[in-house]
């Protein structure tokens, strides 16, 4: 670095891309999700954790619901 450089009046500010980092999180997938995403990925070139977090993005701009309908019990 050369001398007339003096970054010591440089004042410190947060990072702007902070908030859109992302959070490593630890998910438990059926077997056959991932085979079904590992897949897709294969095709479209991307690593398959991308693919999920595309399609988890696409949910929530487009406000998707889960509509869970359990058994009636007897």
Known sequence: ???EYDLS????????????LKK???MRL????VVYFKGMADEAGVPYQSLINLYLRDCLANRRQVQIAWPKAA
Do not use: I
Request: proline fraction near 9%.
């Open 30 to 33: 059926s077997e056959d999700v």
């Open 9 to 20: 009046k440089l004042k410190a500010r947060k990072n702007p891309y902070a908030s859109k």
């Open 1 to 3: 670095m050369k001398a």
């Open 24 to 26: 490593p999180v630890t």
